[in-house]
């Protein structure tokens, strides 16, 4: 699947400058990421963090379990944790192939008050079946999550405000689907390599004047 790459765009629409290149533009920041979109996508409350909560750049994901490209992805993303010890991931359920894919969004982020977000994120990547309820449900099973707690959390106003914050969002930056990459002042959309992840990250510490280190 190709990518694509495009600048953040500064201004009070938040909005995005789309197909942009922008190999050389980081460096520039010609487009800035406003503060308060940066906030918004990284520091949400509401958001999974994976890596290092304390790291010193982020790389937020938007993705969806019924996403075949997003589920490619689980497996290069823990390579990159492991290899980026000041890496900070979040998480962005964005459920757009429909009510499956919703269904497992929330089930997913009510598992956090479970403390078992990563097992059942894993899980579901990995299964066959479309995610809906029944496929849903019996993968929570599988990872000893208590049912009654997970559909009673599904409904809470945490998991709702952010998939709503999700869809806000990505209609404010004008994303076209998933998965996307947003690390700096730059997004990625597709299939990436761990070099073009790597890469991405790279980017964003210069643009934000951040080391590995």
């Not at 629409?13 to 308060?36: C, D, K």
């Not at 996403?67 to 944790?81: A, D, E, H, N, Y």
């Not at 359920?93 to 269904?103: A, H, L």
Request: net charge neutral; glycine share 6%; with cysteine.
């Amino acid at each position: 699947m190709p990518t694509r790459r495009f600048v953040l765009a500064s201004g009070a629409a938040l909005g995005v400058v789309p197909a942009l290149p922008t190999f050389a533009q980081s460096a520039q920041r010609a487009n800035p990421m406003p503060e308060e979109l940066r906030q918004a996508l990284e520091r949400d409350p509401t958001s999974p963090v994976l890596g290092n909560p304390q790291g010193n750049i982020t790389l937020t994901e938007f993705f969806d379990y019924n996403c075949p490209f997003c589920k490619k992805m689980v497996g290069t993303i823990q390579q990159l944790i492991s290899s980026d010890p000041q890496l900070r991931v979040t998480y962005r359920e964005w459920p757009v192939f429909g009510p499956g894919s919703d269904f497992a969004a929330r089930a997913s982020l009510a598992s956090l008050q479970q403390r078992k977000y990563w097992q059942f994120h894993a899980a579901l990547m990995a299964m066959r079946d479309r995610a809906e309820e029944g496929s849903v449900m019996r993968v929570a099973r599988q990872v000893d999550l208590d049912e009654a707690k997970l559909r009673k959390d599904m409904q809470s106003e945490n998991v709702e405000t952010h998939i709503r914050n999700s869809a806000d969002l990505a209609q404010h930056m004008g994303l076209i689907g998933t998965p996307t990459f947003i690390c700096g002042d730059e997004a990625a959309f597709g299939e990436l390599s761990l070099d073009d992840l790597r890469e991405l990250i790279a980017r964003g510490r210069e643009a934000l004047g951040v080391s590995k280190a």
